[in-house]
């Protein structure tokens, strides 16, 4: 079975770091283009960054760059974000994302919690 299962999230004051993992299991990592995306309440979910199939193609959303940075690790089946210099409105619920063009089949984890507050 397919799945995608975000951690790391929890509470960190203003300028510190996280790093967010999401484990992919039901598939092959080296098959997705895998993105970070975020939500935060009562606004829409925005694209934070993107990681092509080879680890090229990266692209970040202009409220991270130079902050975050994404990477993959295919033989682990794993996906990372780490966040840098954090800023309470990176407050959010962050999700990963996996879309196999192969097969155009696009798959959501369930989210992690990131809270930033002194």
């Known amino acids: 079975q397919l799945s995608l299962v975000e951690s790391g999230g929890g509470l960190v004051q203003p300028g510190g770091s996280l790093r967010l993992s999401c484990a992919a299991s039901g598939f092959a990592l080296g098959s997705a283009i895998m993105s970070w995306h975020r939500q935060a309440p009562g606004k829409e979910r925005e694209l934070v960054a993107s990681i092509g199939i080879g680890g090229g193609s990266i692209d970040y959303g202009d409220a991270v760059k130079g902050r975050f940075t994404i990477s993959r690790d295919n033989f682990k089946s794993t996906v990372f974000l780490q966040m840098n210099s954090l800023k309470p409105e990176d407050t959010a619920v962050y999700y990963c994302?996996?879309?196999?063009?192969?097969?155009?089949?696009?798959?959501w984890g369930q989210g992690t919690d990131v809270t930033v507050s002194a």
């Open positions: 994302r996996a879309f196999r063009p192969f097969v155009n089949a696009d798959h």
